[in-house]
């Protein structure tokens, strides 16, 4: 099955930048959508950030021109670049894959953003 590692997050001044990798393992299948969801305490999580294997990408509204989403087929990877990160960007980042018969996640990674 798939495994999802991230990596690249860590602690950030407030209008900061921090890039994101996701590498996926084993069988993948074509067609796919990769992406990011983040979780704060308390909070449900919530869709960052996907993109398809045709390049198709969509955003949460609060980090439109500020995320950018990109994989690289090839490698099986998906990055996410944050800039003028806010403090309320705060959370686990989570990598996901999804396709007709699978949903898979990686083991999250924390982005924490002081103010």
């Known amino acids: 099955q798939v495994q999802l590692v991230e990596s690249g997050g860590g602690l950030v001044q407030a209008g900061g930048s921090l890039r994101l990798s996701c590498k996926a393992s084993?069988?993948?299948?074509?067609?796919?959508?990769m992406g990011w969801y983040r979780q704060a305490p308390g909070k449900q999580r919530e869709l960052v950030a996907d993109?398809?294997?045709?390049?198709?990408?969509k955003y949460e509204d609060s980090v439109k021109g500020r995320f950018t989403i990109s994989r690289d087929n090839a490698k099986n990877t998906v990055y996410l670049q944050m800039n003028s990160l806010k403090p309320e960007d705060t959370a686990v980042y989570y990598c996901n894959l999804r396709w007709l018969r699978g949903n898979y996640w990686g083991q999250g990674t924390q982005v924490t953003v002081s103010s």
């Open positions: 993109i398809t294997t045709g390049g198709s990408g």
């Open positions: 084993g069988i993948i299948v074509s067609i796919n959508t």
